[in-house]
């Protein structure tokens, strides 16, 4: 019984790379503190967290562009295949800070909401609520960071066991229905992909992606798992015909946990189908696969769209818009392909993909906060009960706004520079049909931001009635994400090379920035 | 495409002030957030554009690279100078007309922060020098304009709001794949304007870029098919707001056409057909236009035969690679400013005064008026003189004549029409003084200012407008014109009435067609969220894609 | 036909009937009895296929643990609000035909398996004397790839903290109601003799695990299911969901995991790492705490969480 | 001696299996469920005792048989204690 | 595609394979959440023995199977039961939600529009 891995795993722990287990186990920590420190410290321990994670990701992204290679920690000192590998490059780097800085902002948005008292005694939604919080950034940075197939498994389990009982925190029947329907059709999902890891593990005797890159063959065994693994992330991922469990999930949870749900954790399962794709897939195979995708993806942005512009309640309008925005995304597959003398890492595709993922992720945290805050002041999100609404509360609308323009793509904001490059890039691959899905996409996303703007800036006929004050700060909050969708728009408009850090050249095994030895 | 994305020397001087001119009016517009600056709201409006104008007149030749991630490159040469000053002037006009107008502060106040973003739009789309800034700068003066468009917010001006968004996104959807494909072929991928426009012959999509620019201008020069938004939202927008949107806010499109076409190298094909469109606008805004009772939707209508005008004259400069022709149409559109604009204040002043004592008003809007037509020593004739050789002395030179005849007749039923709009309740009244000098300044600019501008913009000397041929060459179609006018109110006394946005009519079966398919996409959403029908696509997916996977792999 | 190889073929033939037997039968109570009963005829397939340690987790966890869950829900009328409609009859066909061809893919795939069968256990067995461990799995478990058992825990742990979500907001901090108002004798006699016993079982199968099938997985199922005994019985009820002790046995498992993991950093150079010599303490140190974590978490979670009425 | 050994187990277990097919046969005809019930644990309880009995001298030491025996009382006990409780359930059933 | 091989081995993967469509059968067509929760654990169990397979066939160095997909399998056992637990308590909490606002239990025929209706509201009051 000979093993078929002549090549042992060929990187060894970098220096940096214990900030890659922190940035796992402090959120882990943090969830064991606030279970036992008792109800008076939770929103302190959360919040310190939080801040300790993000401080983590700073420290492997400065630790990643000081070396210019990829960051990596064997764990427990064993090397794959039959130890874990921790692996940050460019992008996951990216994607990490994202997630901290997405995170933060809604855990400074949330603070003292659910009712938390220090002094009272301990109550259920705050205490659950910063918990499943702390869990959902643990579960992604594992996602981000994670090398082995098994261990991206229980990462998605993380993920789904932390985001369903974020969707019926407020214990109404029917968010326990959409959190029902979300749980089940994710397990279905992951017990697929499971299924997918055993037959990658029959082929191939290890489940190191940066292994099995080296020793994927073009081979039915490896077709059927990938798809396998590629359908079940894209039912948690709720790309178009299966995104039946996301309207209703992401509308029913509370404002604080949809932008969390709609920004990053759907992300979380789209990483793991690019790394499926860019880096398991041989190139050749992938030919037909990418065009499905992105059919898939362009559906996605037609009927979600459409639908979102016919949708009553302003939530519901968000959550349609996470659909159509979704479909962006997958148009990456077919067009960062890459040709013999630029990788796939390299193409501009690649770059403008990453940053619709990014400005998507923060315009649409910011337009859930101020879906939140709108509740907040008139107690419904009924859209036509919203004319006038931008007068009481302006700082609210001018983040929905915002974020709104990152959607439709106007400059000078992070949505424009992802869809200038998209379009670069189906141009220059001679696709052009992605082109038209695409203007489409952004004249859609037109028509649904200004249907809520329009009335919500125009002068209201009756007294629009108020229900409460809302906070200035959660305002601010909402408001300083929509800036950073906008900021983000300012990276220049071709390939960036921090998203290549780490991925090595494509012949042969992926060595931290050079050639296989 | 890497490298410096630039090409061009860095910032000089001048950019210096004309970066900070721009920015001028957005500070103000943050400046609205204290209450103290909102109450002199007025003449925060007023001084808004004057950096501007200032530069324009002085800062030739200025150039602007923004340093860092932050591209934005701003340059200013001849025809961008002359636009901007002149819409630097008309914004300055419109902002001490609008007190006045509004008496009250409320109107002025909730149209301060759309007022200033899209004066900062408009000024700056004339200097932009690379595509990205053009295209954030274009999307900044149409959108912006919307805030302005909804001012009076009852229902049916909400309507013209949408249409005009709809139709502004749909020409900025045009333009951003134009800019794509233009960046896809400039040489050493720069985005500079000028190396986008030299790499455009040679690139593969040619064709697909010229009908996409000519979409995406047209659209904002309102262009017979796609001109539907121009009447309904002029009718809605109040005075001070319409007379700086039609005047300056319409020329970004012909600055667009004017700088991203190529002129050198030329193209029969596209420029044939960019005429065939101008001649079909300036016609048929003349036909829809004497059907109007609104003085303002009449304007409106001149502006899209106007604009056809300009377009017809770029087309035919693009069909014979005449590359003077840009300064031509530009001159020919700062005219168009300044009259336009004027007549758009004229009607505000004529409203506000009594019977007896319009003539003082009405006599300036006569010749204002007929001098769009062509009346020989207004700007207007010099406008038409500079366009002349452009249009040729074939098919398209008689066209241009005949439109001049067809723009008489439209402008003598707008001032028949205009004199109607007198107060007759109070016989004397005399509108405020503020209102008629504002309105005699922007007159004598639109008389006076192409005297000024003829010689520096087109190279013509000033003696061919006073030669007797040019002078004939305007009386003769201004007769022609005066007797039609004259004979058709006899023959039918009361023409068709037909509403502002004519063929919108035609859009309400497109409407409904788009309702029924957004509730059909709906009820198929709804079925396919069914638990069943997902399940079984999941199953058919994971068969899909491993065929598909063994299909590429095999091949 | 060797005498195995029909009561193989018997097996898996009862094993198929039985499924498909579950997914058409009628009524819910007898599909869970069924599938109680698949879960035994499954650990009776490990053991032919020489997975003993798995054959006792699925006895334990998947047969027993989640049959037992299954039969708490199982007293609900409707078994749940229905989640779509009865689809028509040619769906069915279709969604049988597609299931059966993802069936077929995977049949194709066992029957014609790679040339050279990959494994890993020469790499395990060539360090199994570094772990300080018998049992190849513990090794895998506990060593070469703690982390996933660690992160499986916190797993665990958050599915309690999302069952634990669910409790009305007036019951939160309650003790969750398992015991029956009238407690008949022979469940109390069964409580009070089997409990002690299947706490030493439940010890002995973790203790043996490092170097026999066994491990901490089964022996913490083992004890919950006496816990639950006992509440079931009366003799003790739920502990309250705010209840400090409580709290720190759930907390331990993990707890210790962490510590000896981030000491690793220092004492054997990298996380999780033992240092040579001390890896059979350690890891019977973590496999202590575990066992109380994870007892503690499945009884809670066989509890549920408390509903209306419930009192602290 | 193995001989005889292997005899005796043989014979057992088929005894013990002769007792699982009545205690099923008594499932399947019997026309009550307490009836049904009680032909459950006794055929089976004992049949298994036969198959632990036959399988005693096949044990390699005296520490697997006490196990074997061990399991039987388990059994025994855990079965008892079921067919009470299920007992109860179904005279409470009948009762209203 | 090498030869055939029948043995032991291959007859239980061919089990675990039947689970799965069986499985994904049921937990695709059934209405009943708990239904679904059931199928879910077939298709867990057919994965779980695809796994037991794949380690029998890597069986080497003395040991009767290999042992990391071994130890997958018991980690993903749990993690199955936990993913049940909770989802049998959401159904659980449901239909005591459900029966508490009167609404007895929607009759089977009747698919819960609930989704596209009117979605439960945001927060708590904060």
């Known amino acids: 019984m000979t093993t078929p891995l002549a090549l042992p795993f060929p990187a060894d722990t970098t220096p940096g790379g214990f900030l890659l287990v922190l940035a796992i186990l402090v959120p882990i920590i943090g969830i064991l503190l606030i279970w036992t420190l008792g109800s008076r410290r939770t929103e302190l321990v959360a919040l310190t967290t939080l801040a300790i994670g993000a401080a983590i990701a700073l420290a492997i992204l400065t630790e990643l562009t000081g070396t210019g290679s990829a960051v990596i920690y064997l764990v427990g000192g064993w090397r794959p295949p039959l130890g874990l590998a921790l692996r940050a490059d460019g992008l996951s780097v990216v994607l990490i800070v994202l997630t901290a800085i997405v995170i933060g902002a809604v855990g400074i948005f949330a603070k003292g909401q659910f009712g938390y008292d220090p002094d009272a005694p301990e109550k259920r939604a705050p205490t659950v609520f910063w918990t499943l919080l702390l869990g959902i950034s643990g579960a992604l940075n594992l996602i981000f960071l994670g090398d082995d197939l098994f261990n991206l498994f229980v990462a998605i389990e993380l993920v789904t066991f932390t985001a369903v009982p974020l969707v019926c925190l407020d214990g109404k029947a029917e968010t326990m229905r959409a959190a029902l329907r979300y749980l089940l059709f994710a397990l279905l999902g992951s017990v697929m992909y499971l299924l997918g890891v055993a037959l990658i593990y029959s082929g191939y005797g290890t489940l190191d992606i940066a292994l099995l890159k080296s020793v994927a063959r073009v081979e039915p065994l490896l077709f059927i798992a990938i798809a396998l693994m590629t359908v079940g992330l894209l039912a948690k991922t709720a790309l178009f015909p299966l995104h039946i469990w996301l309207p209703a999930a992401h509308a029913g949870a509370p404002a604080a946990a949809s932008a969390v749900l709609s920004a990053l954790v759907v992300k979380g399962s789209f990483f793991i189908i690019l790394r499926l794709w860019f880096d398991i897939l041989p190139a050749e195979a992938t030919g037909l696969g990418a065009q499905m995708l992105a059919g898939l993806g362009a559906l996605a942005i037609l009927f979600g769209s459409v639908i979102a512009i016919c949708q ?32 796939a890492f390299a193409s501009i595709a690649w770059t403008g993909g990453i940053l619709q993922l990014a400005s998507h992720a923060f315009a649409k945290a910011a337009m859930f906060l101020a879906a939140g805050l709108v509740y907040d002041a008139f107690g419904h999100d009924r859209i036509s009960g919203l004319a006038g609404a931008g007068r009481v509360i302006p700082i609210t609308f001018i983040a929905f706004g915002l974020g709104g323009m990152s959607l439709m793509g106007l400059p000078p904001s992070g949505g424009f520079s992802a869809k200038w490059l998209m379009l670069n890039a189906s141009v220059g691959e001679g696709q052009w049909w992605w082109a038209a899905v695409i203007l489409c996409g952004g004249l859609l996303a037109a028509g649904y931001v200004f249907r809520v703007l329009v009335p919500a800036m125009a002068r209201p006929l009756a007294r629009i009635k108020v229900k409460g004050p809302v906070s200035r700060r959660r305002e601010l909050v909402a408001l300083a994400l929509a800036i950073m969708a906008l900021l983000i728009g300012f990276v220049p408009l071709e390939p960036a090379p921090l998203l290549g850090i780490g991925r090595g050249a494509e012949a042969g095994l992926l060595v931290p920035g050079g050639l296989a030895p | 495409m890497s490298g410096s994305l630039l090409s061009g020397d860095a910032t000089n001087g001048a950019g210096l002030l004309l970066a900070l001119a721009l920015l001028f009016p957005l500070v103000l517009a943050v400046g609205l957030s204290f209450p103290a600056a909102r109450a002199r709201i007025g003449t925060l409006l007023a001084i808004a554009p004057l950096p501007a104008l200032a530069v324009a007149l002085l800062g030739n030749g200025a150039r602007f690279v923004m340093p860092g991630p932050f591209r934005l490159t701003l340059a200013l040469d001849a025809s961008g100078a002359m636009l901007m000053g002149a819409a630097a002037l008309l914004w300055t006009a419109a902002a001490l007309y609008a007190p006045a107008y509004w008496q009250g502060g409320s109107m002025l106040r909730r149209a301060g922060l759309w007022w200033l973003f899209t004066l900062a739009g408009s000024l700056g789309v004339f200097v932009a020098d690379d595509v990205v800034s053009f295209y954030l700068l274009f999307s900044l003066v149409s959108l912006a304009a919307y805030g302005l468009v909804v001012l009076e917010g009852n229902s049916s001006v909400r309507r013209a709001g949408a249409i005009y968004v709809g139709f502004a996104v749909l020409g900025e959807a045009f333009l951003l794949i134009a800019f794509v494909l233009l960046a896809n072929a400039s040489p050493g991928g720069s985005l500079a304007i000028a190396d986008v426009v030299q790499g455009l012959p040679f690139s593969p999509w040619r064709d697909w870029t010229l009908l996409f620019l000519i979409l995406g201008f047209g659209t904002k020069m309102a262009q017979v098919p796609l001109h539907l938004w121009m009447p309904l939202s002029y009718r809605a927008t109040p005075i001070p707001a319409v007379a700086a949107l039609s005047g300056a806010a319409v020329k970004a499109g012909v600055i667009g056409l004017a700088r991203f076409l190529p002129f050198d190298s030329g193209s029969v094909p596209w420029g044939e057909l960019l005429t065939v469109i101008g001649m079909i606008s300036a016609f048929y805004g003349v036909l829809v236009g004497l059907t109007q009772t609104n003085p303002k939707a009449i304007l409106a209508y001149s502006s899209i035969s106007q604009m056809g005008v300009i377009a017809a004259v770029l087309g035919m400069g693009l069909a014979a690679g005449r590359a003077s022709a840009p ?23 004529v409203a506000a005064t009594g019977r007896w004592r319009i003539w003082p008003v009405f006599i300036p809007a006569a010749f204002v008026a007929l001098g769009i037509a062509g009346l020989p020593l207004t700007g207007g004739a010099l406008a038409k003189l500079a366009v002349k050789d452009a249009l040729g002395y074939g098919l398209v030179g008689t066209l241009g004549k005949l439109s001049a005849i067809a723009s008489t007749v439209l402008m003598i039923r707008f001032l028949t029409v205009l004199r109607g709009t007198a107060r007759t309740d109070a016989g004397e009244a005399l509108a405020p003084l503020t209102l008629r000098l504002v309105w005699w300044g922007v007159a004598a600019l639109a008389v006076l200012a192409p005297w000024i501008l003829l010689t520096p913009a087109t190279g013509y000397p000033l003696s061919d407008a006073v030669s007797p041929s040019t002078l004939f060459d305007g009386i003769w179609p201004l007769a022609i014109g005066g007797l039609l006018a004259i004979g058709g109110r006899r023959l039918l006394p009361n023409p068709p009435r037909i509403p502002p946005g004519d063929i919108l009519a035609l859009l309400r079966p497109v409407g409904r067609l788009a309702g029924a398919a957004s509730v059909a996409i709906e009820r198929t959403e709804a079925r396919l969220r069914e638990w069943p029908i997902a399940g079984a696509i999941f199953l058919g997916l994971v068969l899909a894609f491993s065929i598909a996977m063994y299909l590429a792999g095999s091949s | 036909m060797t005498e195995t190889a029909f009561f193989d073929t018997l097996l898996v033939v009862t094993m198929i009937g039985l499924a498909i037997w579950m997914i058409v039968v009628r009524d819910v109570f007898a599909a869970i009895i069924g599938f109680m009963a698949f879960g035994l005829l499954l650990s009776l397939v490990w053991l032919r296929i020489e997975a003993p340690d798995v054959g006792l987790t699925e ?254 | 001696m193995s001989l005889l050994a292997d005899l005796f187990t043989v014979a057992a277990v088929t005894l013990g299996l002769v007792f699982f097919v009545a205690g099923t046969v008594g499932i399947i005809r019997f026309p009550d469920s307490l009836s049904r019930l009680h032909a459950l644990t006794k055929a089976d309880n004992l049949g298994l005792g036969f198959i632990v009995l036959g399988l005693l001298p096949q044990c390699a030491g005296v520490f697997d048989a006490l196990k074997l025996l061990f399991i039987w009382l388990l059994v025994q006990f855990a079965g008892a204690t079921g067919a009470q409780l299920v007992a109860r359930v179904l005279r409470r059933e009948e009762r209203p | 595609m090498t030869g055939a091989t029948f043995d032991t081995a291959t007859l239980y993967g061919l089990c675990g394979a039947a689970l799965v469509g069986i499985g994904l059968f049921g937990l695709v067509l059934d209405p009943k959440p708990i239904r679904k ?67 007895p239990g929607q009759a089977a025929s009747v698919p819960p529009k609930g989704e596209t209706g009117t979605p439960g509201q945001g927060d708590a009051a904060s």
């Open chain 1, 312 to 343: 009553a309640r302003l939530k519901l309008l968000i959550a349609y818009s996470t659909v159509a925005q979704i479909g962006y995304l997958f148009l990456m597959f077919p067009l960062a392909t890459g040709s013999e003398a630029t990788p």
């Open chain 5, 37 to 103: 929760i059931l199928a879910f654990n077939l298709v867990g169990a057919g994965v779980f023995l695809v796994f037991g397979v794949i380690a029998r066939r890597g069986a080497a160095a003395g040991f009767g199977g290999d042992p990391v997909p071994q130890a997958l399998v018991i980690t993903g056992i749990v993690v199955a039961f936990s993913a049940t637990a909770l989802a049998v308590t959401l159904v659980q909490r449901l239909s005591s939600a459900a029966t508490d606002a009167g609404q």
């Open chain 2, 327 to 349: 300064a031509e149409a530009t001159f020919y559109a700062v005219h168009h400013l300044f009259a336009k604009g004027g007549l758009f204040l004229a009607i505000g002043v």
């Open chain 3, 59 to 312: 006895i334990a966890v998947g047969g027993g643990a989640t049959g037992v869950m299954l039969l708490r829900a199982r007293g609900l009328a409707s078994a749940g609000d229905a989640m779509n409609a009865v689809p028509s009859v040619p769906f069915r066909v279709l969604v049988g035909v597609l299931a059966g061809a993802v069936a077929l893919f995977l049949g194709a795939l066992v029957v014609f398996p790679p040339a050279v069968a990959p494994t890993l256990a020469p790499l395990a067995a060539e360090h199994l004397a570094s772990t300080g461990v018998g049992n190849p799995i513990t090794a895998v478990l506990m060593a070469y790839r703690a982390f996933d058992t660690f992160l499986e825990t916190v797993v665990v742990l958050l599915a309690l903290i999302g069952v634990w979500s669910l409790t009305p907001d007036g019951a939160w901090g309650a003790r969750p109601r398992v015991a029956s108002a009238d407690v008949p004798a022979p469940l109390l006699l069964l409580a009070q003799w089997l409990v002690p016993l299947g706490i030493v079982i439940g010890i002995y199968i973790t203790w043996v695990g490092a170097d026999e099938p066994g491990g901490k997985f089964q022996g913490a199922t083992i004890l919950a299911a006496m816990w639950m005994l006992v509440m079931m019985a009366g003799l003790r009820s739920a502990p309250a969901l705010s209840s400090r002790r409580l709290r720190i046995a759930l907390v331990v498992g993990p707890a210790i995991f962490i510590a000896i993991g981030v000491s690793g950093f220092h004492f054997a150079g990298a996380f999780l790492a033992y240092p040579d010599g001390l890896a059979k303490p350690l890891i019977l140190a973590i496999e202590a705490g575990l066992l109380i974590s994870i007892a503690a978490m499945l009884g809670m979670l066989l509890a549920g969480p408390p509903l209306e009425g419930d009192r602290p």
